[in-house]
């Protein structure tokens, strides 16, 4: 994978996890600014990800990994949730699957 890849994986990851942590802290006593602050982040996330030119399944399967990884960190870090040992396996699980998807495939 090319640092671009990389780099493409990594801002929608956080924009996605970015844009839907705001709806949920604004649901949640922090008032609709951050609601639609949030729409506003998922959208730019909607935009990353689609601009790329790559085979869509592809993208989005290996891409899961990524968000799934940032989506268990910001719910530690900044929801303060703890982390499961079934939850690290299950993730150990998505990461390996977006890795088969990422590199498995014949070029």
Same mark, same amino acid.
């Given at each position: 994978?090319?640092?671009?890849?990389?780099?493409?994986?990594?801002?929608?990851?956080?924009?996605?996890?970015?844009?839907?942590?705001?709806?949920?802290?604004?649901?949640?006593?922090?008032?609709?600014?951050?609601?639609?602050?949030? #729409?506003?982040?998922?959208?730019?996330?909607?935009?990353?990800?689609?601009?790329?030119?790559?085979?869509?399944?592809?993208?989005?399967?290996?891409?899961?990994? #990524?968000?799934?990884?940032?989506?268990?960190?910001?719910?530690?870090?900044? #929801?303060?949730?703890?982390?499961?040992?079934?939850?690290?396996?299950?993730?150990?699980?998505?990461?390996?699957?977006?890795?088969?998807?990422? #590199?498995?495939?014949?070029?």
């Amino acid at each position: 994978m090319t640092l671009l890849t990389w780099l493409t994986y990594i801002a929608a990851a956080v924009l996605e996890v970015g844009g839907d942590a705001l709806i949920r802290r604004g649901l949640r006593g922090g008032g609709y600014a951050l609601v639609v602050a949030g #729409f506003a982040v998922l959208g730019i996330y909607g935009l990353v990800v689609n601009l790329v030119k790559w085979d869509f399944a592809r993208l989005l399967g290996a891409y899961v990994a #990524f968000f799934a990884v940032v989506s268990v960190l910001v719910g530690a870090v900044f #929801f303060k949730e703890t982390v499961s040992a079934p939850t690290w396996l299950g993730l150990a699980l998505i990461v390996a699957g977006g890795l088969v998807i990422q #590199f498995g495939q014949a070029r």
